[in-house]
């Protein structure tokens, strides 16, 4: 209450707003109680701006291999070390299934270890909160440390050393997009943003969707390197493995167990 009654007298209080997509809804501006505001934008002839030192990679996944898509985060994952990593997926069951599914596969030794957690709506916010707490305050000097997540953790979550944000389902639209990549690249830090683009439907809609999105001066999108082929092979072995590990998962829960 204080503070709003400061608010109507220039100069004795200054709030500054930052956002990387600063809403347009009257109402909400009005609620922040501000006295003569002024808007500052960065130069942009687009929509949003990404993080100037954020790192984008697309892996290209053909819509004959996307059962695998879970096997091939999984090769994404033993390519990126000591990394503190956020996975955004689309649903709450998408990632109630691909946490343990990844788990199981590491322990079918498909993988290198990583630490691996899950925040969904089916926990307690108690839960969700030490899980956030405990990846926030994690070492990746042994093994990654991966929190597979909704848009739940895309705002208002303040980590600084998220060094890459995997984008295992597309989000929905550019300003999602920016809020899940917001996560790394904090600050003038460096950070990597791996989208996994399964079959031309998702490339068609990833290519409608950063046309509103500003990027640093220079910037060319990795699309396919040799990172990304490998990323996407499957072999003969790891075939007959993780069909077990399918198995296996549809064991524990047989529900909805294909929603991957």
């Known amino acids: 209450i204080r503070s709003q009654k400061l608010d109507q007298m220039p100069g004795n209080v200054i709030k500054m707003v930052f956002s990387a997509t600063l809403t347009t809804n009257t109402e909400k501006l009005h609620g922040l109680h501000l006295y003569n505001p002024k808007l500052f934008v960065k130069d942009s002839v687009k929509l949003y701006n990404l993080p100037d030192k954020l790192q984008e990679y697309n892996i290209n996944v053909p819509t004959a291999k996307s ?61 969700n909160k030490r ?15 991966v929190l597979i997540t909704t848009d739940l953790m895309s705002r208002g979550i303040d980590i600084n050393d998220i060094t890459d944000v995997i984008n295992y389902d597309p989000p929905i639209s550019s300003q999602q997009y920016v809020h899940r990549c917001g996560r790394t690249a904090r600050a003038q830090g ?5 989208n996994l683009l399964v079959g031309k439907g998702e490339r068609t809609f990833w290519s409608q969707l950063e046309k509103d999105i500003s990027r640093n001066v220079g910037y060319e999108p990795i ?18 493995v993780y069909k077990l590990c399918l198995e296996s998962l549809r064991s524990q829960n047989s529900r909805d167990w294909h929603v991957l």
């Open 223 to 240: 699309v396919s390197t040799e990172q990304d082929e490998s990323t996407v092979n499957v072999s003969e072995d790891e075939n007959e």
């Open 67 to 127: 059962i695998y898509k879970p096997l091939f985060l999984l090769h994404l994952l033993d390519k990126l070390h000591n990394a503190k990593i956020l996975v955004f997926v689309k649903s709450n069951e998408a990632s109630l299934r691909l946490a343990p599914l990844l788990t199981i596969m590491i322990e079918r030794k498909m993988g290198t270890p990583h630490n691996v957690l899950s925040v969904n709506s089916n926990n307690s916010k108690a839960e």
């Open 131 to 145: 899980l956030v707490h405990q990846f926030a305050t994690s070492n990746t000097s042994e093994s990654n440390q």
């Open 190 to 194: 460096h950070g990597n943003a791996h």
